[in-house]
């Protein structure tokens, strides 16, 4: 299993980025994926996650009405558009997936994903 993280950066207050991640090794459609950050000295906090069919997302209430996530099944990538960016979004992000397949829900806890994605670094300057 491998997730790949792109589309990071430094970014204006305001500004928008859309990070990307990639999927290879597992059947993409039988997994929930999910965003994660984490922010220098601060614990990694769920930001966004998507149904299996992503006919379903939801958000931690910071980033709701800014960030989107949404997958593409036939291209194995999972996306976060981030926009309205302020300075406490800067963080490490990183793509997870779980791989439970029972689950059909968006867990918001860390030690329920069972991959992860090397982290790709988003800067927010004021």
């Known amino acids: 299993v491998q997730l790949v993280e792109s589309g990071g950066g430094l970014v204006q207050s305001g500004g928008s980025l859309r990070l990307s991640c990639a999927a290879s090794?597992?059947?993409?459609?039988?997994?929930?994926m999910g965003w994660f950050r984490q922010a220098p000295g601060k614990e990694r906090e769920f930001v966004a996650g998507?149904?299996?069919?992503?006919?379903?997302?939801y958000y931690t209430d910071s980033v709701k009405g800014r960030f989107t996530i949404f997958r593409d099944n036939g291209k194995n990538t999972v996306y976060l558009q981030m926009n309205s960016l302020k300075p406490e979004d800067t963080a490490v992000y990183y793509c997870a997936a779980d791989s439970t397949l029972s689950r059909n829900y968006v867990s918001k806890t860390a030690a329920e994903y069972d991959y992860w994605g090397q982290g790709t670094q988003v800067t927010v300057s004021s």
């Open positions: 998507i149904t299996k069919s992503g006919g379903n997302t």
């Open positions: 090794g597992f059947t993409f459609t039988t997994y929930v």
